[in-house]
Nanobody
Framework: QVRLVESGGGVVQAGGPLRLSCASS????????MGWFRQVPGMEREFVAVIRESGGPTYYADSVNGRFTISRDNGKNTVALQMNSLKPEDTAVYYC???????????????????WGQGTQVTVSS
């Protein structure tokens, strides 16, 4: 069983930064693909970013490319999402996800990920 726990959410002004962290159980520390998704009420869960088990390559949604950076520290069993130049439309619950298999054609689909954290709220005020 893989456990994921997100932290770092909060309220931030538009234009500001925020850093999310996802702590994973040892099993997922270095062999799993790790992703970040987000969801607003009434909407489907949306892909944000993904990082391969080796630490690269990384892929981003067009809406966050150039503003967000995903990284991982396999020694500490953590994955981070550095979010800069935040916009009100980035407001959502952010989820960490993990899966053993990376699929180049499907990494952006939430149903491809087996394990999920409980989510952390990010609110960007205008």
């Amino acid at each position: 069983q893989v456990r994921l726990v997100e932290s770092g959410g909060g309220v931030v002004q538009a234009g500001g930064p925020l850093r999310l962290s996802c702590a994973s159980s040892e099993r997922a520390s270095s062999t799993y693909t790790m992703g970040w998704f987000r969801q607003v009420p009434g909407m489907e869960r949306e892909f944000v970013a993904v990082i391969r088990e080796s630490g690269g390559p990384t892929y981003y949604a067009d809406s966050v490319n150039g503003r967000f950076t995903i990284s991982r520290d396999n020694g500490k069993n953590t994955v981070a999402l550095q979010m800069n130049s935040l916009k009100p439309e980035d407001t959502a619950v952010y989820y960490c996800a993990a899966d053993q298999v990376f699929s180049l054609g499907y990494y952006f689909k939430s149903d491809r990920y087996e394990y999920w954290g409980q989510g952390t709220q990010v609110t960007v005020s205008s």
